[in-house]
């Protein structure tokens, strides 16, 4: 099997940023250079050409935090539909979380996810398991077994770890077993309401969350990432407080490393008006000025990571009274497009979006993600130019709970590429 | 002018002249409260239903008095007698009611924007009962019938609105209200009563209960619910009242015909001491009794009056 993909920008930050041909055999990147001709005529092996002029390719995308809801809930999502809805969003890797039914905290939960997932021959899927046993918060998971069964990372995300103390024990045996620990920052006695505290929630007679109930538990993991001296990943940053936070703590050489969602530099709690639960996720949409932090900690590096938190709900949770509204959005589809809005607006470079979306969610989870000859085959090819208008009915996610429905946006993932395999293409 | 809207979902989204038209009507249906037979035919072979998602007895009551004085059929149904208990989802529900082809969906609930949400799914009018803390848009135009009715004028008066502001739909409704009919409105009560931006609204903030009522023409007392005792936002009932309840020594801070208004039901000796509650400026009474015109109102607005009475 021979894929050549012909006069693209090849841009792998750090390390390529040239127009050239890539010669791509059984899965493996075996040429990087111009070939002569249009066309390698007497190459008999050639089973493909992609045109990618005008286009950029890039390491492939990687998105370190989604829900797949399966095992457990698949009328919202399953693996393969959220594995094609993630190919059509550009990415060739997702993290999935383990808030399934039953929890991703054994080997058996980890083997049918990485199992299931095989099957399609499309995006990798790397689960994330549990930091505590059925996201409890009381006892750790079997963080050992887990890494074996093929988990890269733990997290209770949807849930705090409250216990501090678990907390410091989980960073500490995941250094041990070579596993990441994601945090859900959250203090839970703050956070009892249903959208940002803030002049929308006054108004609309909501109880508001307010941002300390974020900041105040970054605060916390970044102590305990002092004290045990791991690595801890922030997931899903909504305040500027957390941007300070983190900030600081990186300018000390604190050991962290954060994310946002495009929801967070995009969005508003205005978004919430006429009780939009499309506009409903935990945390919740801030205030503009910590829109305009969260932007400015992406464009300095304070946040590494552009990650969805991609979170299918049916109208089932979402077609509901705003306060018993499921929180989450779904995101795969939409997150590139976001992302190349930030570089139309100047906010980030073209490169520091695909180190955003790629190289630097890759290094956090201990994977390598590099153009080169011998590297696998995992690349995204981007169109910056070409507009579209999202349509979630036409969507690839089982569900429909996004707030960016008939936005129109500039630029789109044209191919995501996986081990040599075109996974996805524009039609 | 003719009536267009069909929903009364808050009191943001009413023009000073549709409150205008609205507290006129109820001024001129008052009368019919008063008679020896309290019944005319307006609204007869009209349905209104009563859907009480939250305990109410007094708002309930009103609303179902006022369609019978009309001659409309009124029915009541809560969640505990509703299919909302069998696990039918709250669209659903609304959805059998409108085909049951009712003409004014009267509806309370416990969660903000559960109006919206339904006017967005039927076709019937809708009129919010009060929805969480957001809005309670029948309670502040009975208010301010009633400040009117003494008052005369709206515009120019000072009100105060006292005491758990971050919890009260009353209240909101309330601000907004008198706000875009020209009066001046002052907050005050515990800084953990005093909701994130409220002062957007177009009300003056205070912690200092004198500072709030002095020189007012109208003092509103907001009801302290015990419950929230639980999530820290006063020490006890005793300090409340000491500090925040409104007492004959505080109304003298007023003008001496200041109106003394309570939403009900009043807890006396907490937020508001009986012999206050029982003033001779103590309105509170003539609330209750305008309720049942305003709500006339707006069922003879809302239901087709307007059309039936220029058939006449």
Known sequence: ?427 | MTWNRKDILDIESLTVDEIKSVLDTADGLKEISQRSIKKVPTLRGKTVILFFHEPSTRTRLSFDIAAKRLSADSISISASTSSLVKGETLIDTARNLESMNPDVVVMRHSSAGTPYLLSQKISTPIINAGDGMHAHPTQALLDMMTVREHKKELHGLRIAIVGDIAHSRVARSNIVGFRKMGAKVRLAGPPTMIPKGIESLGADVTYDFEEAIDGVDVIMVLRIQKERQRNYLFPSEREYAIRYGLNMARIKKAKPDALIMHPGPLNRGVEITPDVADHINSVILNQVTNGVALRMALLYLLAGGVRNAADH
């Open chain 1, 1 to 427: 099997m021979r894929l050549i993909i012909k006069g693209g920008h090849v841009l792998d930050p750090g390390n390529i940023d040239v127009v050239t041909d890539i010669k791509i055999d059984d899965g493996i990147i075996t040429d990087l250079k111009k070939f002569e001709s249009d066309l390698p005529d007497n190459d008999t092996q050639v089973t493909r050409i992609i045109d990618a002029g005008g286009c950029f390719v890039v390491p492939g995308l990687i998105d370190m935090h989604v829900h797949l809801r399966d095992p457990g809930q698949e009328y919202k999502e399953s693996i393969e539909t959220g594995i094609h809805a993630a190919a059509a969003g550009g990415f060739t890797a997702v993290c999935c979380m383990p808030n399934t039914n039953p929890v991703n905290d054994n080997r058996q939960v980890t083997e049918y996810i990485i199992k299931t997932a095989g099957q399609f021959h499309s995006v990798k899927v790397y689960p994330v398991a549990s930091i505590s046993r059925g996201l409890k918060g009381l006892e750790l998971s079997e963080y050992g077994e887990l890494k074996e069964a093929g988990a890269v990372a733990v997290s209770d995300d949807g849930l705090p770890v409250s216990d501090s103390q678990l907390m410091r024990r989980s960073l500490e045996y995941a250094k041990g077993v070579g596993l990441k620990v994601i945090s859900h920052c959250e203090d839970p006695n703050l956070s009892a309401g249903a959208m940002n505290e803030g002049l929308m929630a006054t108004r609309m007679g909501l109880a508001g969350i307010p941002n300390a109930s974020e900041s105040i538990m970054v605060m916390r993991d970044i102590a305990l990432c002092e004290l045990t001296g791991t690595p801890v990943h922030i997931a899903h940053v909504s305040t500027k407080e957390s941007v300070h936070a983190i900030r600081d703590a990186k300018s000390r050489g604190v050991p962290v490393t954060a994310e946002t969602a495009p929801h967070y530099f995009t969005l508003t709690d205005e978004a919430v008006r006429k009780y939009n639960t499309n506009a409903k996720m935990n945390p919740p949409l801030r205030s503009i000025v910590d829109r305009d932090e969260i932007r400015k900690g992406l464009a300095d590096g304070t946040i590494d990571v552009i990650a969805t938190d991609h979170a299918p709900h049916s109208v089932l949770e979402k077609e509901v009274e705003f306060d018993r509204a499921a929180n989450g959005i779904i995101g795969l589809e939409t997150s590139l497009s976001l992302g190349l809005k930030l570089v139309e607006e100047g906010v980030i470079t073209f490169e520091t979006l695909i180190c955003k979306m790629s190289k630097n969610p890759s290094k956090i989870i201990g994977l390598s993600r590099d153009i080169s000859v011998g590297a696998p085959a995992d690349l995204t090819i981007i169109n910056p130019t070409m507009s579209h208008t999202y349509d979630v009915e036409k969507g690839f996610s089982k569900s429909k709970n996004s707030p960016f429905n008939g936005w129109e946006f500039k630029g789109m993932a044209v191919y995501a590429i996986v081990n040599g395999r075109v996974v996805f293409e524009s039609k």
